[in-house]
């Protein structure tokens, strides 16, 4: 999440201190990303170090307020111009929590995806809810309140992101069961004894009697190839 360039968006409608700063981010996010004051004032501390703000002397209540600069501004317009880079995905802890659990012992991955399910089902549920509060809001308001619209367009991306996560453990749970199953037919069978009408048995044996190779079970490999 980008904090830094949030924060420039909002100097932009002109100076702010940082608690002004952190309600009003708050404010326009609905809380789904919440900021501590001090995370604002470090952010807003780098920005000064790279010139993209400037302290612009205190309020009547003495708080120091920040501009952003032209730097700033050029910083923030590239931002909004530009897609939000994919080649490095953030870090997302349900899929990393799915692939520790293959494998690991005492732990059955289809309970953690059952568990998980539930939770995103929930979470859906409670963003769906949200959501037609946000649309009264705005039918109620109008599309000149700013926050109710951010707010709305944030609660949406959440729902489709809930939507995803739930299919994405659908189709996780499947494969999984697939997996499995092609795993199963795939381990090595028992030989199986030799029938009395089979041509190893019928053939004359000239010395000690010998498993017949046609009745043998099949190496790893071609077990496999068979359970493709």
Do not use: C
């Not at 201190?17 to 708050?26: A, C, H, K, N």
């Not at 659990?101 to 769906?128: E, F, L, N």
């Not at 659908?170 to 199953?181: G, K, M, Q, V």
Request: proline share 7%; charged share 25%; aromatic share 4%.
């Amino acid at each position: 999440m980008s904090i830094r360039h949030g924060l420039l968006a909002l100097l932009e409608h002109g100076p702010r201190y940082g608690s002004q700063l952190r309600t009003e981010f708050e404010s326009r996010t609905g809380s789904t990303w919440p900021l501590n004051v001090g995370q604002v004032y470090t952010t807003l501390s780098r920005l000064e170090r790279d010139g993209m703000v400037a302290q612009d002397g205190e309020d009547e209540a003495g708080h120091a307020l920040y501009a952003i600069t032209d730097s700033g501004r050029a910083e923030l317009r590239s931002w909004f111009e530009n897609p939000v880079d994919r080649t490095s995905p953030a870090r997302d802890e349900l899929a990393i929590k799915l692939a520790m659990a293959v494998g690991a012992p005492g732990v059955d991955i289809r309970d953690v995806i059952q568990s998980q399910r539930r939770h995103t089902v929930k979470a859906m549920q409670d963003y769906t809810r949200l959501k037609a509060q946000a649309i009264t809001a705005v039918e109620k308001n109008g599309a000149r309140e700013r926050d109710d619209v951010a707010w709305l367009l944030v609660l949406e991306q959440l729902i489709f992101q809930t939507e995803a996560e739930a299919r994405w453990l659908d189709h996780s749970e499947a494969r999984l069961i697939r997996l499995s199953t092609a795993a199963a037919a795939a381990a090595p069978q028992a030989p199986a004894s030799p029938s009395a009408s089979s041509p190893a048995s019928a053939a004359p044996l000239d010395g000690p009697s010998a498993p017949a190779a046609s009745t043998a079970a099949p190496p790893p490999a071609a077990s496999r190839a068979r359970g493709r």
